[in-house]
């Protein structure tokens, strides 16, 4: 995989589908030590209301993939995880996460369950390095691209070019031909849509990404993927998981196999979840259309309360929205207004439970 160098003469890494993103006329950014586009010409708002209503294609190809291979990979991936393996099968993918000591987040992963001994397990970018040291296995990122095909239209869409990618379950994962190689698809995603993502290997990469394009499918950036995130309620490393934030307080019990022997950051959690989390995750709803932003005091009747862990303007709702942690102690129940704290000002907003689109009949 090549790169280039950013402002400060620092080294980026670029996906296979650089050039196509260049030809369609993205604007790249800096992101996770990649060059990535951030939106196309249409805008942010255009791409994210295309995957809410037809279908769009992402390059995420910065995400990492690690391949842990071998008749030990499953009791390593068992022991190092927090989900529990033996609730899927071969063929299938499990969202989890990786824990330090204290029950907190250090990445949260996609597994794709490929073969009986292989595992192709998918973390975030700037954390790739940080989970081979924890689990083992080889970095392949280099050897494809990930396009994920998102939105209500996708699978018919991608049906015309790559009928046997379109057809996968939702979290099943298979292997497709195209172009003469070997790819893989899963039922997966991070829009709230239904969709795929495919991994192509990186020498037809550009070719699958134009075919898919032909079909009328919207490129689409980073930008409208975090504010379609966040619409659906889904967290973000560095944001709603991370230093000091457990699958506890982030609303994510389920990712916790309680029924397995033991995890790194078991005794931890379970401390926690004895006593309960001293705060929890919840959903924001701001008055009007400016945007909420991360990092704002949450605050009630001018006591602290919380912080704001995301913030963007829902082109759904056409509000500001954001997700943020909550103290236990305040109390705070869905419906509840609270007030958000920004450059100098404090905007009224109403506490939500997630996902922020499709909007929910109890919230309006």
Request: glycine fraction near 12%; hydrophobic fraction near 40%; charge should be negative.
């Amino acid at each position: 995989m090549s790169t280039r160098q950013s402002a400060d003469g620092g080294p980026l890494r670029v996906s296979p589908l650089y050039d196509a993103h260049r030809a369609l006329g993205a604007k790249m950014v800096a992101f996770s030590g990649w060059e990535m586009p951030l939106a196309y010409p249409s805008g942010t708002v255009s791409e994210h209301r295309a995957c809410r209503t037809s279908a769009v294609a992402f390059d995420v190809s910065h995400l990492g993939t690690v391949r842990v291979e071998g008749p030990a990979a499953f009791d390593d991936l068992q022991h190092a995880l927090s989900n529990d393996l033996r609730r899927i099968e071969r063929g299938r993918a499990q969202y989890t996460h990786l824990l330090d000591e204290d029950g907190s987040v250090v990445d949260d992963i996609i597994v794709w369950w490929v073969d009986d001994e292989r595992f192709d397990v998918m973390p975030n970018a700037s954390n790739t390095s940080d989970v081979i040291a924890a689990l083992g296995g080889d970095d392949v990122t280099a050897e494809r691209a990930v396009i994920a095909v998102q939105g209500p239209e996708a699978r018919a869409r991608l049906a015309r070019t790559a009928p046997e990618a379109a057809e996968v379950r939702r979290f099943s994962v298979a292997r497709f031909e195209w172009g003469g190689a070997t790819c893989l698809v899963a039922g997966t995603g991070y829009t709230g849509e239904d969709g795929v993502e495919c991994a192509v290997p990186a020498v037809v990469a550009p070719a699958f990404w134009e075919a898919v394009m032909a079909q009328g499918v919207v490129p689409a950036g980073l930008g409208a993927r975090d504010t379609l995130r966040l619409e659906a309620g889904l967290p973000l490393h560095g944001h709603e998981l991370g230093p000091g934030i457990t699958p506890l307080q982030a609303g994510l019990g389920w990712v916790v196999g309680w029924d397995k022997p033991e995890f790194t950051g078991r005794a931890a959690l379970e401390e926690e979840r004895a006593r309960g989390p001293a705060r929890r995750l919840r959903g924001l709803v701001a008055d009007g259309r400016q945007p909420l932003r991360d990092g704002s005091e949450l605050c009630l009747r001018g006591d602290h309360v919380g912080i704001l862990t995301s913030g963007n303007f829902s082109p759904m709702r056409e509000r500001g929205i954001g997700l943020g942690l909550v103290d236990a102690d305040a109390q705070l129940l869905d419906g509840d207004a609270i007030a958000v704290a920004q450059r100098g000002r404090e905007l009224t907003a109403i506490l939500v439970r997630p996902p922020l689109w499709p909007v929910r009949e109890e919230t309006g």
